[in-house]
């Protein structure tokens, strides 16, 4: 069993501290925002994506726990230059993968808000609203209401 | 001991009945269990009086002629009595045995609130209330049509009785349903006060119990409240069973809510005659275990003395106060520890609730973290979430210090200094 130190590993504090892509995204083409009932975290993700399909800037923006802040600026760094394709076949496994420490069931739900959000943003284009299309259910861990 | 210097209460014997405090947390360190006001642990002897009837008496309840059938439906009513002497009602029918608090505000909005409440009429709530005292006020509007006023809280979690007697004068309720301790603010709420305005204003009265009855002598006569729910699990009960007190006139009048065995007299092929009280509102096989469990739970903390839980409570929680009152950078919800029970939901700047919670767990301390199903309210104090340690009868002062220096510590560990991410490569597009 990992000692739950270990999830506040210094490369985890170091992307809660000093993130990857903070902010708004000036030329931003694709938007999605979404949040974890349980803890009310929020994760906003803009994306330029260009006319090839792949992923020239991805920002964030943001409230929440370290887990959740870390894992989307780590997110934003991975899939910047990634196809939209290639984005779409990063799991959630992939995901907890790319953030290191071993997460309980519960935090395994603040790490995959990020990219949960970025799942949703590529099927978010700004000005059409949003497609019929996309999934909203991704797999992973469910976000019930705590009780 | 200095603890027992200033309390009444032999926490160490006492805590000698809770095997589960004997346990090490996942991080090895002692199990420190600040999470009471979410659910509470057992002694040995509710978790024996349910092994007991499993292991010698068990069997369906109301309906065997058989001696097991009897033993246990003598155990299962002997247990309604229990509660309604706790409570002091006036009578065993007056306890309607649910699945839990939440079970037995959603019996009142269905069966007491579709039979009064129509469209243009106005339930009062707190905006202190649990969701559970929301939701189904909520979907009873969406069903009748009728209004729902939340009362606001002050800045210091208090709600002044003006704005109470305002709102009923203004409002005209015909229920005015609010929480007596709230679980996120640990405010007491006034309750016989409150009733009686409500009362003079021809307004019924629910009174989510759910914080109270745990932790403080309880006289629902008394409080002359027409309803007051709790829940066995926050009592050192068996979860899965919950109390429903209505006075005898309003349950009598009352239609039934869940339809089925055991809440009829006669069932033909064009209809049906419902039992009397309180099987009325108990269809289906109930919590027949639980239902023995709570009641032994209910001996247990009144061989203790539910005015001495109170007292040790006080204690915690005011040095708990103190303790967090005086960390820079902590802010704490709701009123002064005079005026609130034993829970303490709090913040630190810049530290979400739910690495407090996690940092917390590696020192073997138990909180809650989250808006504690009461979201109207967090958004009332502009926050998402909070942290909430609270405390009962087998808490000790030295697990209160081990609280406040891991709370210290949690603010340092999360704190920012300067640290920089490892800058990737640029990547070419």
Redesign the interface.
């Given at each position: 069993?990992p000692?739950?130190?270990d999830?506040?590993e210094?490369?985890v504090?170091?992307?809660?501290?000093?993130?990857?892509h903070r902010g708004d995204c000036e030329h931003a083409t694709h938007e999605h925002e979404g949040n974890n009932p349980?803890?009310?975290?929020?994760v906003r993700v803009d994306l330029q994506i260009d006319s090839g399909g792949?992923i020239?800037q991805a920002w964030f923006d943001g409230?929440?726990?370290?887990?959740s802040q870390a894992s989307a600026?780590m997110l934003m760094?991975k899939i910047?230059?990634m196809s939209r394709d290639k984005i779409k076949q990063f799991t959630a496994d992939q995901m907890l993968e790319l953030f290191g420490p071993k997460l309980t069931p519960n935090?395994q739900k603040?790490c995959l808000l990020p990219w949960r959000v970025v799942q949703s943003a590529l099927h978010s284009p700004i000005d059409d609203g949003v497609d019929t299309d996309a999934v909203q259910n991704f797999g992973g861990p469910s976000l019930r209401e705590?009780? | 001991m200095s603890e027992k210097k200033n309390t009444p209460l032999d926490v160490e014997s006492i805590r000698g009945d809770f095997p589960i405090l004997k346990t090490l947390s996942?991080?090895g360190a002692p199990l420190i269990y600040l999470d009471n006001a979410a659910s509470t642990q057992h002694p040995n002897v509710v978790i024996e009086s349910i092994s007991d009837c499993y292991r010698n008496y068990y069997a369906n309840v109301h309906r065997g002629i058989h001696t097991l059938s009897e033993a246990a439906t003598s155990a299962y009513e002997q247990s309604r009595h229990a509660v309604a002497a706790f409570l002091n009602a006036a009578a065993d029918r007056e306890i309607v045995f649910t699945a839990g608090t939440t079970a037995a505000i959603n019996t009142v909005a269905r069966s007491w609130g579709e039979a009064n409440i129509k469209s243009g009429d106005t339930i009062l709530l707190t905006i202190a209330e649990h969701h559970a005292n929301i939701v189904p006020w909520q979907q009873l509007a969406t069903r009748t049509g009728c209004r729902i006023e939340f009362l606001p809280v002050a800045d210091d979690g208090t709600i002044a009785d003006e704005v109470v007697l305002d709102a009923l004068a203004k409002h005209r309720p015909k229920l005015f349903t609010f929480v007596a301790i709230s679980n996120m603010l640990g405010t007491e709420f006034p309750v016989a006060r409150w009733v009686r305005m409500a009362h003079d204003a021809e307004s019924l009265v629910l009174v989510d119990a759910a914080q109270a009855v745990p932790h403080q002598p309880i006289d629902v006569r008394q409080w002359d409240a027409d309803f007051v729910v709790f829940s066995g699990h926050k009592i050192c009960g068996p979860s899965g069973i919950g109390v429903l007190y209505g006075r005898e006139s309003l349950l009598e009048a009352m239609p039934p809510f869940l339809g089925g065995g055991g809440m009829i007299q006669r069932v033909t092929v064009s209809g049906f005659e419902p039992a009397g009280l309180p099987e009325k509102f108990e269809a289906g096989t109930p919590p027949i275990t639980e239902a023995i469990g709570l009641a032994a739970a209910i001996r247990y903390v009144e061989s203790i003395g539910l005015e001495c839980i109170r007292a040790h409570e006080q204690e915690l929680v005011g040095r708990a106060y103190d303790g967090l009152a005086a960390i820079d950078g902590v802010r704490i919800f709701g009123p002064l520890p005079k005026d609130r029970a034993g829970i303490l939901s709090f913040v630190i700047d810049g530290v979400?609730?739910?690495?407090v919670s996690?940092?917390l767990?590696?020192r073997g301390i138990a909180v809650r973290?989250?808006?504690h199903?009461t979201m109207p309210l967090?958004k009332r104090f502009g926050v998402?979430?909070t942290s909430r340690a609270s405390f009962y009868l087998y808490n000790t002062v030295s697990e209160v210090d081990a609280f406040v220096a891991a709370i210290a510590e949690t603010k340092a560990?999360?704190s920012?200094?300067?640290?920089?991410?490892?800058r990737?490569p640029i990547?070419?597009?």
């Open positions: 069993m000692r739950e130190e999830i506040y210094e490369h504090l170091d992307h809660y501290e000093d993130p990857y349980l803890c009310g975290d929020v792949d020239r409230e929440g726990c370290v887990i600026s760094e910047e230059g935090r603040c705590e009780s | 996942a991080s979400h609730a739910h690495d996690q940092w767990d590696t973290a989250g808006h199903c967090h998402a979430a560990k999360f920012s200094t300067g640290r920089r991410r490892t990737q990547k070419p597009l």
